[in-house]
């Protein structure tokens, strides 16, 4: 088992009372190349076939809602797997298909009956309002009628996620025999929480033969013509369209399309010299859009697949963050639901305070029984300051006041927690400290059991007080008191400038190590200093709570080679005690902290430094399937010739990290936009080594959009006005 983060893990009865659950890493994702798809609360997670093997140890299958629906799915022609010839997933991650053929096929005295590749199998897949649609086209390219048995197996577990995941349970619910009828077969689970969870499996045409576990298609293929076959797996629901599967697919598939282009409506789009890039910004965009789910407050990124598919805070906060400048509609969807979902009163099992915002919900079974604290917890230090600059943040790039004015209940009630909850020992610094035996360990985006230390490697004992997590307090401030001063409250702005400017000042004092040249990672429950070497300084660039003197010095050690791989900054410096480029936290590098990073570094006018950043992590996505950056991937030096050394269960697509290449975009133009004067900025912008020009369309402020040409000339780049719409100015000062 790895030692998985426990940010992302449970407590759940085991042979020792509240054992922590790891991901087990009996099965790297990476192997398979995994195709996933994701709609609303169903996602799926398919090999390059198309199957789904039960027992393979991975988390292959159709979900729904946190329960896995179809754990078995397997397809073969007279008993034999076919050979895989293709496998792609649809630019905007809207379907997947792959091409198959069958192997050479042999009777039972060993005699050659039917030669390889004589059979052309394309199966096409989607999701759609939880239902699994597919449609096979079986070709013959011989020039002579074939008989072909093509079987598809299934089966459902109906495992928690959790399960999935690693969970041993002390009992499970109960598996009801399968229901046939003559098309199809229902699948059910009763839980322990007395819910029952249905898969409706329906074929077209009606199979030749049908068992509770097996559908057989008995097909007469004359020369070069088609048969098609159509399957839809539907998850806990009757379809709303009765029309038969082979009439509903078409439709459903254009209307699956048609969502996630009016998800992605309002977007600018990014076009560039290098084709390569492109691609790997193009599956970003689809990535995180099919990421999002729409909720009644708008749409929310859900954080990753497999194992974070559903409600995060501080994943969809940083999300937003990354992505505000492109479409401002996601931060105002997230901040919607967060508000909606914060804790308005204690409870300890729940790690919950008033004021306090969401860490994470999930909905499966488990979660219902409280053998995962997860229904709805609130155990991170870090999601209600971010929740406070976020809102701060779309303040500045939408002028959106009205929308503040709503939300500025939450943000008060999130600012009282800070104060009341999140400074525990009235020190002037937010620490965390779970307050049951079931809680989470540690509370920051470093969540692993281990992540937070001293320099001869022992463990940090809490409450800490995270270096990162004081950065986003005074973020959090500075933003309270801009929106302060929108809404009129000129004396609570005030009040909010002083904290701030205090807590910088004292976080400078109890944080900077002349020795390291930086900021310590935390303090622990004592008030002594982890003197770490870590990205979690960065962070103090991107808010800018770190005092400019220092800027340099911060900047410097993290691009040392101890702390940047080549293709990234690492999360723990290579000469630290507890460094291991494999683990979760400890010496991994993450997209989404490199992301924050570079934005720092821009901010205290380290252009070069932020480049460099940018360099690695495309330099790294040109050598992973698809040109997705994955959740995080191995702390190794890069080396000529050779891509990164990928995590084995790491989420791919992960929203935060789909979403890093805009941001990326974003701190190396040096975009800024004044809502008030209608004005577009780049204040000495600069295009990274491996694109010489740059197209956007469809930048939004306020009413009114620009198309933008930018060119590299020389040391500089030059903006052009392709088309502007409505009154909007661009600036550029190089």
Known sequence: MLDAPEGRRSLVPDATPAAPIVIAATHSLRLTQPRTLKQGDTFAVFDQYGDAIAGSGGSDGIFFCDTRHLSHFHLTIHGWRPVLLSSVLRDDDAAFSCDLTNPDLFDAQGELV???????????????????????????????????????????????????????????????????????????????????????????????????????????????????????????????????????????????????????????????????????????????????????????????????????????????????????????????????????????????????????????????????????????????????????????????????????????????????????????????????????????????????????????????????????VYGAWMAAARMARSLGHNGRAAALDAKAAQLRQRFDEAFFDEDLGTYVIALDGDKRPCRVLSSNAGHALYTGIALPERAAAVAAALMGSASFSGWGVRTIASSESRYNPMSYHNGSVWPHDNAIIAAGMVRYGLRDAALRIFDGLFAASTHIDLRRLPELFCGFERRRNRGPTLYPVACIPQAWAAATPLSLLQSCLNLDFDVGAREISFHYPALPSFMEDLALQGLSIADASVDLMLRRSGSSVVVNVVARRGDVLVTTTN
């Open 114 to 472: 039917m030669p390889h590749d004589v059979i052309h199998v394309r199966r096409s897949r989607f999701l759609w309002e939880g239902t699994c649609y597919e449609r096979l086209a079986v070709r013959n390219f011989d020039e002579a009628p074939r008989h072909i048995s093509l079987e598809l197996a299934f089966a459902a577990d109906f495992a928690d996620l959790f399960e999935v995941r690693g969970a041993r349970r002390a009992q499970r619910g109960r598996t009801d025999p399968p229901e046939l009828t003559e098309s199809g077969a229902k699948l059910a689970y009763t839980g322990l929480d007395d819910c029952v969870r249905t898969t409706h499996l329906t074929f077209d045409p009606v199979p030749t033969r049908l068992r509770g576990d097996m559908a057989v298609f008995e097909l007469e293929l004359m020369p070069h013509k088609t048969h098609l076959l159509y399957v839809e797996v539907c998850c806990d629901q009757v379809r709303h369209d009765r029309r038969p599967p082979r009439g509903a697919f078409p439709s459903a598939l254009r209307a699956a399309r048609r969502a996630l282009q009016g998800l992605s409506a309002q977007a600018a789009t990014v076009t560039t010299s290098n084709e390569i890039f492109n691609e790997a910004v193009g599956r970003s965009m689809s990535d995180l859009y099919m990421l999002i789910t729409k909720t009644p407050y708008g749409p929310y990124p859900y954080a990753g697949i497999p194992w974070f598919s559903t409600f995060f805070g501080r994943d969809a906060l940083i999300t937003a963050m990354e992505t505000l400048w492109l479409d401002p509609g996601i931060a105002r969807g997230v901040l919607g639901y967060l508000a909606a979902n914060q804790a308005t009163s204690s409870d300890p099992s729940a790690d919950a305070e008033p004021g306090k915002i969401l860490h994470e919900s999930r909905k499966g079974e488990m979660a219902n029984l409280g053998e995962v604290p997860f229904r709805r917890y609130y155990g991170s230090i870090d999601s209600t300051p971010l929740f406070v600059m976020l809102a701060g943040a779309y303040l500045d790039r939408t002028h959106d006041v009205g929308t503040i004015r709503s939300l500025w209940p939450a943000i008060e009630a999130a600012l009282g927690w800070i104060d009341k909850y999140g400074d525990r020992d009235g020190d002037g610094f937010v620490e965390y400290g779970r307050r049951t035996s079931e809680g989470l360990l540690n509370q920051g985006w470093k969540d692993s059991r281990d992540s937070i230390f001293h320099a001869d490697g022992t463990l940090a004992q809490g409450p800490i007080a995270l270096a990162e997590v004081q950065a986003y």
